[in-house]
């Protein structure tokens, strides 16, 4: 990664700005009161309101441009290579079943030793399932075949 | 660099909020006087010394935080105005070399 050489000095000047207004905003809204124009016990009056809500305006905004100008900070960075971007976890599709005792030949260039023999094993045992399958239904056959014989007989 | 270019690196989304600080500073320093709260040829009031102490601070900083900024993005752009010119040329000379 190119690491070259930012240039912060802008962005800590709008932060900077930006910190000193939203800190003056705090003040605003403190002020009636701690200067003692707002009397206790009393309706605000119009300065007060006025201060109160310019007060959280400015300070809401100028946490705004603090946020702009920082964020702005972190994207130079970030081009400048300082800072690595953050790496988004890419969600993993899972792969489709393929049967590896149907055709073990033809992924066998790109297989190890063990997928070699299971995808062998699994064949072999395929087989023996068949032949099992085949010889269960043929004796299944067979004994219908007799019962069928023998009520026959007994009719 | 075309001049859109040159205007999005001089004034960042930033700059524009602190222009609205601006404003709203130079409402503030205003305020006691269109709102009637200071009594007309009086000493100024507590109310009246904060809000435009306060203003005119906001009213400075906001200024000195544009103004810095364009600053600052403009000896950027001059900065890197030779290094531009030289990979351009570099450009240009590359294919008639070949």
Redo the contacts between chains.
């Keep these: 990664m190119r690491i070259t050489q930012p240039a912060l000095g802008k962005y800590i000047c709008g932060m900077v700005a930006s910190l000193i207004i939203a800190l003056a905003g705090g003040w605003l809204i403190l002020a009636p009161f701690a200067l003692g124009y707002q009397p206790y016990s009393a309706s605000w009056t119009s300065q007060t309101v006025n201060d109160f809500v310019m007060g959280i305006s400015v300070a809401v905004v100028g946490l705004i441009s603090f946020a702009l100008f920082f964020y702005s900070l972190l994207g130079a960075l970030r081009a400048a290579g300082v800072i690595t971007a953050r790496l988004r976890p890419v969600a993993q599709t899972p792969a489709p079943y393929q049967p590896q005792a149907t055709a073990p030949q033809a992924s066998a260039p790109s297989q190890s030793d063990l997928d070699r023999t299971l995808a062998t094993l699994a064949e072999a045992l395929a087989a023996d399932l068949t032949a099992r399958r085949q010889t269960g239904s043929d004796q299944q056959s067979d004994q219908s075949v007799e019962q069928m014989m023998n009520r026959r007989d007994a009719q | 660099m075309n001049v859109r270019d040159a205007r999005r690196r001089l004034v960042?989304?930033?700059?524009y909020?602190?222009f609205?600080?601006l404003l709203?500073g130079i409402?503030?320093t205003i305020?006691?006087f269109v709102?009637a709260?200071q009594p007309s040829g009086m000493h100024w009031?507590?109310?009246t010394i904060?809000?435009v102490t306060?203003g005119t601070?906001?009213i400075v900083?906001?200024l000195?935080?544009?103004l810095?900024?364009m600053?600052?993005?403009l000896?950027?752009l001059i900065?890197e105005a030779p290094s531009k010119q030289a990979m351009e040329q570099q450009a240009s000379q590359s294919p008639v070399d070949q």
């Design positions: 960042s989304p930033g700059s909020i602190l609205l600080l709203a409402w503030l305020s006691p709102m709260t009031i507590a109310s904060n809000n306060i601070i906001m900083v906001s000195l935080g544009m810095g900024y600053l600052f993005a000896r950027d900065r």
